[in-house]
């Protein structure tokens, strides 16, 4: 391929994945939806414009590191606390009935490899917080008790989600399911999250240092991606997954998240909030990027819509995917009202969905068919999810009023990981 054409493919990426994102936010959607119909459009299954190439792979695999850089910088494990054990039971209960639940619908249900049936299950795991903080701010309930319960079950989601992912890049690259394998990852992974924290605390530290004297601007940009993708290449050569290192560096980097021994590295909240700001454009350019690419990797025409076996595969994968989530918040003791709306708000799948299911398409377990019926559940999810979010609280208004006029007498002020009552 010229370099001119390159040009031009990404020319098309880009505008395209804006202008459908910005339609689908217009209609009340989620944007990430908008990107990968983008990919549909211009990829085999609709115009057959542009193919999967290695570049935009390249690119695409940049952005999803990014993605889970921005998703540990968002990560605050302070809201855990403040939820408490509500936040824990619904993390741990969403996170294990989808698992266990979409691995028995692989293996004993329709047949297929177990390493095929984990990463269905795995992908059912996933909580997309970005969709349902946006989803929670926009209603204004992102500080009452089951907004708090709602992210804090979110974030613990997505760590186990993370750790999930780094075992089944080590099955699918690694020759399958072992115990040993499984030690393996776990390992590294344990002793990549202790050391990274306080490499990327020390480091920040010194750029923090050489910003206050610098006289050439875009210090931050040009550091902090470098500082990412240091830590992907530090993931991978741990034996974890690349993108494993963008998480652990946002966490690390985050405004909210403090080592024991935070003050010796003089951790400074507003420096952080400095690198979320100079970091945003940035990382909103490469990741609608890995969503057009998903949607190029799928090809709906070889996909034989006739047959039975896509139909009935994604319909059951759907409800398996629902009351997985909704299942969870039956566990604590909250008004009904409220269990209806965090099992909602815990159900889209959005870009987490996406990693896993594309990570499993990557390695080769995966196969066209059983990725588009991901990929229908994912988007499903994800886009009813907020509707009826937003449908449960005008339903519930009445039973939310109570709750209401608590948080506001007593809003953020927990007391032994409780809000007081």
């Not at 994102?21 to 990968?36: F, N």
């Not at 993931?235 to 935070?262: D, I, K, N, Q, T």
């Amino acid at each position: 391929m010229q370099t001119h054409d390159f040009f031009l493919i990404l020319f098309i990426i880009l505008l395209t994945a804006r202008v459908f994102a910005e339609l689908t936010v217009r209609l009340k959607g989620p944007s990430v939806i908008g990107e990968l119909l983008a990919g549909v459009v211009l990829g085999p299954s609709l115009l057959g414009w542009i193919e999967p190439i290695e570049a935009i792979k390249l690119m695409a695999e940049i952005g999803i590191i990014l993605l889970l850089f921005e998703v540990g910088l968002g990560t605050d494990p302070k809201q855990l606390v403040r939820a408490g054990r509500k936040s824990i039971v619904v993390a741990l209960a969403g996170f294990s009935l989808p698992l266990v639940l979409g691995f028995s619908v692989g293996y004993l249900i329709f047949d297929l490899p177990l390493l095929v049936s984990l990463f269905i299950g795995g992908t059912l795991t996933a909580t997309s917080i970005g969709i349902t903080a946006r989803v929670l701010t926009d209603l204004r309930r992102h500080h009452s008790l089951e907004g708090q319960i709602i992210l804090g079950a979110a974030i613990l989601d997505d760590v186990m989600g993370v750790v999930l992912l780094a075992l089944l890049y080590e099955f699918s690259i690694g020759g399958g399911v072992t115990l040993g394998n499984a030690g393996k990852v776990i390992s590294f992974v344990a002793v990549f999250f202790v050391l990274a924290p306080v490499a990327a605390k020390l480091m920040s530290a010194v750029i923090k240092h050489i910003h206050s004297s610098t006289v050439i601007p875009g210090l931050i940009p040009t550091t902090i991606v470098s500082l990412v993708l240091f830590f992907a290449w530090m993931a991978h050569v741990m034996g974890a997954p690349e993108l494993l290192g963008g998480f652990a560096a946002g966490l690390a980097l985050s405004r909210r998240f403090f080592l024991p021994f935070g003050a010796a590295l003089h951790a400074d909240p507003s420096f952080a909030e400095h690198i979320e700001r100079e970091m945003k454009s940035i990382i909103h350019l490469f990741t609608p990027i890995f969503f057009v690419m998903v949607g190029l990797s799928l090809n709906l025409r070889e996909i034989d819509w006739s047959s039975p076996f896509i139909w009935v595969f994604s319909m059951t994968l759907l409800i398996v995917a629902i009351v997985g989530k909704l299942a969870g918040p039956c566990l604590i003791r909250e008004s009904w009202p409220v269990r209806w709306i965090i099992g909602a708000a815990m159900t889209p799948r959005g870009e987490v969905g996406l990693i896993f299911a594309e990570l499993g398409r990557e390695s080769g377990i995966l196969n066209n068919e059983i990725y588009a019926g991901m990929v229908i559940v994912i988007a499903f999810t994800t886009v009813l999810s907020p509707f009826v979010m937003k449908w449960l609280y005008g339903s519930f208004s009445q039973s939310l009023q109570t709750t209401r006029t608590i948080e506001a007498v007593d809003t953020d002020k927990p007391t032994n990981g409780r809000f007081k009552k």
